[in-house]
């Protein structure tokens, strides 16, 4: 039987013996409600990728395209506080002008994010073009020149701050881009107010295309020089982006909420 097979499927036929209309319903359900190979089961969304793998999918909400901080607000309200601001279309910190947030409020996500430390290197540990990206206002993944630059190994670029460090170091050197593609899902709380969870966060961070955070559980809220725990919050919260005192520039940022 095997060899009438391969003479058939060498001639170009295509056998569908066995298939009925419909797909197959006589084969196990599946957590979803459908049979295993069920032609009834619906298919998934169609996205158009961006032109490159960096760009946009048609899915995507875009956060910052170098041109405008519509999206964004300042923490610090007060009237005579700096402002980030752009520059040759990257965001660049400025010192003293506060956390800058998006408005629209984010819970699990994926996440593309570019960044870049100054050109001239000024400072040793985590005085070199220190900065973060703060998912849901809470998690810190850190933003650092790592590139020959000692510091304590939790606290380098791609660290999951004060919890995780990255598995590997793939910073590039001082005034080159980097990238950072971030999917990340939020804890499950057991209630509301209540800081017991029932699930929680997992985050996966891909640094210049390789991976060096992988499916990793959060243990709290990111800190410093304390433990991790978790404590209570909204579903979905603004993104960050920390002002440390240091010109660090982002581009090219977008998001695709995702389901928990």
């Not at 947030?101 to 100054?118: A, D, N, V």
């Not at 057991?190 to 959060?218: A, C, M, R, S, Y």
């Amino acid at each position: 039987m095997r060899r009438v097979v391969l003479v058939l499927l060498t001639l170009g036929v295509v056998l569908t013996i066995g298939i009925p209309a419909g797909g197959y319903q006589d084969t196990p359900l599946k957590p979803n409600g459908y049979h295993v190979h069920d032609e009834f089961e619906p298919r998934p969304p169609e996205v158009t990728p961006g032109e490159k793998d960096h760009l946009p999918p048609s899915d995507a909400i875009v956060l910052f395209d170098g041109t405008s901080l519509d999206g964004w607000e300042h923490t610090n309200r007060k009237p005579d506080a700096p402002k980030w601001r752009i520059v040759d279309g990257a965001l660049e910190v400025v010192d003293k002008a506060g956390t800058l947030q998006t408005k629209q409020k984010f819970g699990s996500m994926q996440l593309h994010i570019e960044w870049r430390t100054p050109s001239v290197v000024k400072g040793n540990g985590q005085g070199r073009a220190n900065s973060g990206v703060f998912l849901m206002s809470t998690y810190e993944i850190q933003v650092l020149d790592s590139y020959n630059n000692d510091t304590y190994p939790d606290g380098q670029a791609a660290s999951v701050y004060g919890q995780k460090k990255p598995d590997v170091n793939a910073s590039r050197g001082p005034g080159q881009w980097q990238t950072y593609d971030i999917i990340f899902h939020r804890p499950i709380f057991k209630g509301p107010g209540q800081n017991e969870v029932l699930k929680p966060g997992t985050v996966t961070v891909i640094h210049n295309g390789v991976l060096v955070q992988d499916h990793w559980e959060i243990k709290g809220v990111t800190d410093h020089r304390r433990l991790a725990s978790y404590r209570y919050h909204p579903d979905e919260m603004p993104i960050q982006l920390q002002d440390h005192g240091n010109p660090v520039q982002f581009r090219n940022i977008w998001v695709r909420p995702l389901k928990d």
